[in-house]
């Protein structure tokens, strides 16, 4: 099992930037890749990015192309999600997830998930 603890989240204006965290712990050799998914109120998780721990395959959701970027920090064990140029309707909990599946777009192949980090992003 892999612990995730995520952090980095706020309330930011519309066109500002944030950068959220994923420090991962325990049997990380055992993940294959980490990924990013966020829900809103009344609304399904959404897949945002996902990268494999070698950099070998990476993938955006069509919503957060061009604005947002995953990175993994090998080293530290560590997931990271800049976002850039944000709007209101990026405004969900982000959840970053731990990957065991090898289709990395569906949540149901991610085996561990953690708390949440709240983004808000205000008009």
């Known amino acids: 099992q892999v612990q995730l603890v995520e952090s980095g989240g706020g309330l930011v204006q519309a066109g500002g930037s944030l950068r959220l965290s994923c420090a991962a712990s325990?049997?990380?050799?055992?993940?294959?890749?980490m990924g990013w998914f966020r829900q809103a109120p009344g609304k399904e998780r959404e897949f945002v990015a996902a990268?494999?721990?070698?950099?070998?395959?990476?993938y955006y959701g069509d919503s957060v192309k061009g604005r947002f970027t995953i990175s993994i920090d090998n080293a530290k064990n560590t997931v990271f999600l800049q976002m850039n140029s944000l709007k209101p309707e990026d405004t969900a909990v982000y959840y970053c997830?731990?990957?065991?599946?090898?289709?990395?777009?569906?949540?149901?192949?991610?085996?561990?998930w953690g708390q949440g980090t709240q983004v808000t992003v205000s008009a």
């Open positions: 990268k494999t721990w070698s950099g070998s395959r990476l």
């Open positions: 997830a731990a990957a065991g599946g090898y289709d990395l777009l569906r949540a149901d192949n991610y085996d561990s």
């Open positions: 325990g049997r990380t050799f055992g993940s294959y890749a």
